[in-house]
């Protein structure tokens, strides 16, 4: 910041004044290039003083072509001011009248030039800006503001960060310029910020609504440069990167002081946030040339998760997919950065309790901590909860000990989580944390132990599938939004097997998820099957492949399906007459070779030979495909043995949606009516 000129060029017009004020009545006329004071400067100053013989006082006119204040970012051109000029009791001068300027709303400027001090005061409307000068303190102007529009101090904000744009909001208090000749320069402000706004072009900060207590203190001793700031909010909006704060109408401190050195990149020695309990934070930072954190060192105590989610943590869980996460307990963490590298990390929980409303996933009594190092020095740390639900699906109770060292957190041993009358035991689980351009890495070992799929269906909300699931995954691993299983899950159902391999899921708690998956199924016994599912009885084995599998937000978009009869099963092949009217429902499909519906009627089941259904799915169409070709159609049951049946679909390219609705309907349990 440029220190302002002596404040004696400040009395330069007073001293001209007084020094030739004549005897009798006469004009006085006094011209200016310029005057300089501790906060402004005058260009082509022009006085013209009037003092009628006899008269107790007179009449100054003065006119500016160009006025500048930096420290308000104020500009005026073409003043004219014209005042009744008095003497005062202790021998000085005053005069007060009306001033205007091009462009501007009239004011009212008064002016006291006193042996102990000089006065200014400016005023329009509501607004006031009054400036004091002592002769006892000779380098300090002192300037007391009312009401003013925060945009008129853009310059002298703009001098302690210049990337600061303030967009709204009023000002008052008190700011005292300190210039010296010798020694350092200094502004300290006293200011109440009122319905703020303000941002950034790179939008890393913006405030809304803010109401503060601000008190800056600001000094230049060659060419180091200190700021110390402290807020006391009381409301308002405030977004910085992802941390989003709706503040509280109670006071909210905050602290920071922020120092330079030459040319060297700032430094934050200390800084703190106070929010009662629920939010206490102190740290130090270093900053590089572009205002990066480069050095951190932060303590945070977050004493009421339930009020915090709202206040301070929505800006942190709404792009991570959590947007009405429900919080309770309390939480601590310790964070050190050097050279823009995680270094250590420690997370402490009490007691916390998370619910996603979406009912994804639930855990309550958290308790424990997690230690994280860069360093080769292992830390050891252990996390608990006391129960949860992933999906609907409860989980007993759980721990896990974890070790670190060399940038990874790792699980120590296998942890059992009872679940669905059977187990899961995780059986690895690493975790890293960005570094570079590489995001977050996560993996994690598990296997699946008996778990009852009765239970599964019935929490998931599926027609009553019978039998087990059980599979391990090796390895799933968690990169850059991005979740890819290695081996596979089995599930042992209805007296087969269904098999999922290649699953990717991106997104996985996040806006529209999606997943990709091959899945293979073997030897489903298809009469508990058709009956679980609502279907009429088929009898027989059933298998299949669902290949290229990709669903988004949980509805699929495309795969390759094709279902049928196991050509090797040697038992009974039955469709009853119920199962041909609902195959006849899912395929739009029409009964051939002769048999009428009076003649079907009579028969509650019928042989076949083969049975089969494809469907290709692109764009939001099935193309249709069964185990053989009818002409234009294509054949869904070849029949076997008298009476003989066929099915067959005259469509070959179905709207999906209206696919789904076939087979709803197919499964009401609804019993067909044959006429």
């Not at 401190?253 to 206490?280: H, I, K, N, Y």
Request: proline residues 5%; contains cysteine; hydrophobic residues 45%.
């Amino acid at each position: 910041m440029r220190r302002p000129a002596t404040l004696g060029k400040m009395l330069l017009i007073g001293l001209l004044v007084l020094a030739t004020l004549p005897a009798q009545g006469r004009v006085l006329r006094a011209q200016v290039e310029s005057v300089r004071t501790g906060v402004g400067s005058l260009q082509g100053v022009d006085v013209v003083l009037a003092w009628p013989d006899g008269a107790s006082s007179g009449t100054l006119e003065m006119r500016v072509a160009k006025l500048e204040m930096p420290l308000l970012s104020h500009r005026s051109r073409d003043l004219a001011w014209r005042c009744p000029l008095q003497r005062t009791d202790d021998g000085g001068w005053s005069c007060s009248g009306a001033l205007q300027a091009t462009g501007a709303a009239p004011g009212r400027l008064s002016l006291a030039i006193l042996p102990t001090s000089t006065r200014a005061q400016f005023e329009v409307g509501k607004q006031l800006i009054s400036y004091e000068s002592s002769a006892a303190s000779p380098d300090l102007s002192r300037i007391r503001l009312e009401a003013i529009p925060v945009a008129w101090l853009q310059a002298y904000l703009a001098s302690l960060w210049a990337d600061g744009q303030w967009t709204q909001g009023s000002v008052a208090g008190r700011l005292d310029v300190i210039a010296p000749q010798a020694g350092p320069f200094q502004v300290q402000a006293r200011l109440e910020l009122d319905d703020i706004g303000l941002e950034t072009p790179d939008g890393w900060l913006a405030a809304a609504g803010l109401s503060t207590g601000l008190e800056i203190d600001y000094s230049e001793r060659g060419a180091d440069t200190r700021v110390q700031a402290e807020l006391n909010t009381r409301g308002g909006e405030l977004l910085a990167q992802g941390l989003y704060a709706q503040l509280p109408a109670s006071p909210v401190q905050v602290r920071v002081t922020a120092e330079q050195r030459g040319a060297r990149p700032w430094t934050l020695p200390a800084f703190s946030w106070r929010d009662g309990q629920v939010l206490q934070a102190q740290g130090s930072a270093e900053l590089d040339a572009s205002s990066e954190v480069t050095a951190l060192a932060l303590d945070l105590s977050l004493g009421d998760l339930a009020v915090a989610r709202d206040r301070y943590l929505s800006g942190f869980l709404a792009p991570a997919g959590f947007a009405d996460l429900v919080l309770s307990g309390q939480t601590k963490a310790r964070l050190s950065l050097r050279e823009g590298r995680l270094q250590a990390m420690a997370v402490d929980v009490d007691q916390v309790t998370a619910v996603d409303p979406r009912q994804r996933f639930i855990l309550a009594g958290l308790d424990g901590s997690l230690r994280w190092t860069a360093g080769t020095t292992p830390v050891a740390s252990r996390l608990a909860w006391q129960s949860g639900a992933l999906y609907g699906i409860g989980l007993g109770p759980a721990q896990f000990d974890f070790n670190s060292a060399d940038g990874e957190l790792a699980l120590v041993k296998p942890s059992r989580i009872s679940a669905l009358e059977g187990s899961v035991s995780l059986d690895d689980l690493r975790w890293q944390p960005p570094l570079g351009e590489v995001g977050t890495r996560f993996q994690l070992g598990a296997t699946l132990d008996a778990l009852d799929l009765g239970s599964l269906s019935q929490r998931l909300g599926w027609p009553p599938f019978t039998g087990s699931i059980a599979g391990r995954i090796p390895a799933a691993r968690y990169q850059d939004g991005l979740l890819t299983l290695d081996g596979g899950l089995a599930m042992q159902v209805f007296g087969g097997s269904v098999a999922l391999s290649e699953l990717v899921m991106e997104r996985p708690f996040g806006i529209a998820p999606t997943l990709s998956a091959d899945i293979a199924i073997q030897d489903i016994d298809m009469e508990p099957m058709t009956a679980a599912f609502g279907f009429g009885t088929i009898t027989g084995r059933l298998d299949g492949r669902i290949a290229g599998l990709r669903m988004v937000d949980w509805s699929p978009v495309a795969f390759d399906a094709r279902l049928q009869t196991d050509p090797a099963w040697k038992g009974r092949r039955r469709i009853s007459q119920r199962a041909v009217e609902d195959i006849s429902k899912v395929g739009g499909a029409g009964l051939v070779a002769g048999l009428q519906t009076q003649v079907l009627k009579l028969f509650d089941d019928f042989g076949y030979a083969r049975i089969g259904l494809a469907c290709r799915l692109r764009d939001n169409v099935c193309a249709m495909d069964g185990v053989g070709s009818a002409g234009d159609g294509y054949t869904i049951v070849e029949g076997s043995g008298l009476p003989r049946i066929q099915v067959v679909g005259f469509r070959r390219r179905v709207d999906w949606p209206t696919l789904v609705a076939r087979l709803v309907a197919a499964t009401e349990g609804q019993s067909p009516v044959i006429q």
